[in-house]
């Protein structure tokens, strides 16, 4: 399994008090140290964590391909292109949102994403969208020529937490899923299976498939059993335990969780 680390989280806490450290970059180095793959980072339009200058300086000094998270805007997509990562993976982006909520309707935006994708095309940059996993999503991704998809493991976090989390039962609530351990259960294994129907039919049509999203050391167990995943972009959970054992630890571990 591949491991890319989201590392946009080291920025929050440099933004936290307007300062110069953490630095994102220092972090490239050693998520390769660790034996993770991939750096994940997300240039949002609000800029609220990573900045244009920390993605040129990590795009340029990465020992590891970068994959840049970025809205389908047109201006945006210009100054991801013109940054020349390794990938560019396109995700729905709301200014209100804490993060990035549900995959991006590759349906309502097929004009635009099929526009982007020969732009990409032409640049050489891999291409891939963050879908939820449904069956139309894999298609429509089909018809965009995508390289890969990356399957939002959000709701099957949101349910895993609301059963087995120890933090308040509100924080992860869904209100529609507000239901007891039994049909939470039911749920999860839903959810599981979306996200195994997906993998197979992306695999089927020669389609790449990552997963991210709300992944932790406990719930990507699940995950890592579905054929066909061949990465997983994972920030949160690494981070915060970095602050605990290092970054170094926190991603030697999740890789030992994901092998
Ligand atoms: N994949 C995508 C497309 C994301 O937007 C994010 C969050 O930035 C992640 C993976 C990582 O999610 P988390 O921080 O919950 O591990």
Known sequence: M????NIDHIAVLREARKINDPDPLDAVSLVKRAGADQITIHLREDRRHINDYDAARIIENSPLPVNMECAIDK???DIVTKLNPHRITLVPEKREEVTTEGG??????FARIEEISKELKKAAIELS?????SMYQVKMAKSLDVDWIELHTGTYA????MLF???SYTKHSIKELELDRHSLHVKLQESLKELKDAAFEAHKIGIKVAAGHGLN???VQNIIQIPHIKELNIGQS????????GLENAIKEMREAIR
């Open 238 to 245: 690494i981070i915060a335990r970095s602050v605990f054992t």
């Open 75 to 77: 201006q945006m997509i």
């Open 165 to 167: 989390s120890n933090l």
């Open 129 to 133: 969208v963050f879908i939820d996993p």
């Open 217 to 219: 050391y406990q719930n």
């Open 2 to 5: 591949l491991l890319g680390v």
């Open 104 to 109: 991006l309707d590759l349906i309502k935006n």
């Open 158 to 161: 949101n349910i895993y937490a």
